[in-house]
């Protein structure tokens, strides 16, 4: 079956301009992980989703960061005003239902650059 | 706070030789532990996890890992590697004590695999 995706797969972008990436997770699963990997670190949490609240939004790392889940089922991370620090591979997880136990599914990443 | 150490960046080895990525954690709770693979150009995959139980857990592709508490320890081992093997290896963990999903990831271990 199909798995997470993520659009688009590479973003290029001016500094201070705004930035949508958007995930769509493998169907049914309630929940939906937004992570983000810079060159040669592991995967940084940003916030995570149940159903269509966000049940963890601790790891955005300052107010130009923000994502929705409206109808429990497709994610848009949205950026303001970007920074060239925000450059990184960006990704996103799903997996059935909320736990820690349960097994997220990851999607191939966008990649963005901020110039 | 939870973090996670591979104090390995690279590990080069030959075919047919053993293998061992080494991973500790920091936590003042229970935790689990898993280890994700990431293949040249593909998203994140589980490798495999330790929730509880069996301090000795397996993947379907020969590799294995052990949780050791009094170390702080979830070292991968495979016996024999094969150039498939070859790709990044990142150690992560959760603990269910915080009512949160959000993985803690290591900086990753890039395992390369000669003939």
């Known amino acids: 079956g199909a798995g997470v995706s993520q659009t688009p797969s590479n973003k290029v972008t001016e500094k201070g301009k705004y930035v949508e990436l958007r995930c769509d997770p493998i169907?049914?699963?309630?929940?939906l992980y937004w992570y983000r990997q810079s060159l040669g670190q592991g995967p940084e949490f940003l916030i995570y989703?149940?159903?269509?609240?966000?049940?963890?939004d601790s790891g955005l790392p300052n107010d130009r960061f923000f994502a929705v889940r409206p109808e429990g089922s497709v994610s848009t991370l949205k950026i303001q005003r970007t920074e060239r620090g925000d450059s990184a591979v960006y990704l996103c997880?799903?997996?059935?239902?909320?736990?820690?136990?349960?097994?997220?599914?990851f999607g191939p990443g966008t990649r963005l650059t901020v110039l | 706070a939870q973090s996670v150490t591979q104090l390995d960046s690279q590990v080069p080895v030959f075919e047919e030789a053993p293998v061992e990525l080494r991973c500790n954690y920091s936590?003042?709770?229970?935790?689990?532990l898993f280890w994700y693979v990431q293949y040249p150009n593909q998203g994140l995959q589980l490798l495999l996890k330790?929730?509880?139980?069996?301090?000795l857990v397996e993947s379907i592709n020969g590799f294995e890992a052990e949780f050791n508490k009094s170390q702080t320890s979830f070292h991968l081992r495979k016996p024999s590697v094969h150039i498939s093997d070859t790709a990044e290896y990142f150690c992560?963990?959760?603990?269910?004590?915080?009512?949160?999903?959000?993985?803690?990831f290591g900086t990753g271990t890039r395992l390369q695999v000669f003939p």
């Open positions: 997880a799903s997996s059935p239902r909320q736990g820690a136990y349960n097994e997220q599914f």
């Open positions: 989703f149940q159903g269509t609240g966000a049940a963890d």
């Open positions: 169907s049914g699963h309630t929940a």
């Open positions: 330790y929730l509880s139980g069996s301090t």
């Open positions: 936590s003042s709770v229970s935790v689990y």
């Open positions: 992560a963990v959760i603990s269910p004590s915080y009512n949160t999903d959000k993985l803690i």
